[in-house]
């Protein structure tokens, strides 16, 4: 026999990931003990975004934000390319509420793209951000990004 959805908090993420409405007639939820054919309903509610920003990095200091995750959202990271700087820098992401850091490469002046399976999920509030160069021709730095961005619960 299968056995009723007994947490509330399941039932009202799905209600307001699908959209789903109260019906007239109420109907009971259960979990079947079988295995049925799915679809992954996430990826029809993700969308695939490109952005690009420039920052100047030429100071010293905290590392500069260049993206943020917005509130209830979440992203998955596909490419992040960072562009040539005239003295080291290095990219990293933060999550900021827990205040740690993960550097993605070590210090250089090449230019890198990153390119990431699906596995890099950042949640709302995450940064991605460069360390200052202290150089003065680091004015102006560009980094591009793609990703995947999906409502957050």
Do not use: C
Not at 123 to 152: C, F, K, L, Q, S
């Amino acid at each position: 026999m299968p056995e009723e959805i007994r947490k509330p908090s399941i039932l009202r993420g799905l209600a307001s990931r699908l959209g789903i409405e109260p019906g007239v007639i109420a109907v009971r939820r259960w979990l079947a003990p079988a295995v049925m054919p799915v679809t992954q309903v996430d990826a029809l509610l993700e969308e695939s975004l490109l952005d690009f920003k420039l920052a100047n990095l030429s100071g010293s200091g905290d590392p500069v934000v260049y993206f943020t995750v917005p509130a209830k959202k979440r992203w998955r990271l596909l490419l992040v390319k960072r562009y040539v700087t005239a003295g080291n820098s290095r990219l990293s992401i933060k999550d900021v509420a827990r205040n740690k850091s993960f550097f993605l490469e070590d210090t250089g002046t090449a230019a890198v793209l990153h390119k990431f399976g699906r596995d890099y999920v950042l949640g709302p509030g995450w940064v991605i951000r460069m360390d200052h160069t202290e150089n003065a021709g680091d004015m102006n730095v560009y980094m591009d990004i793609w990703y995947i961005e999906e409502d957050a619960f």
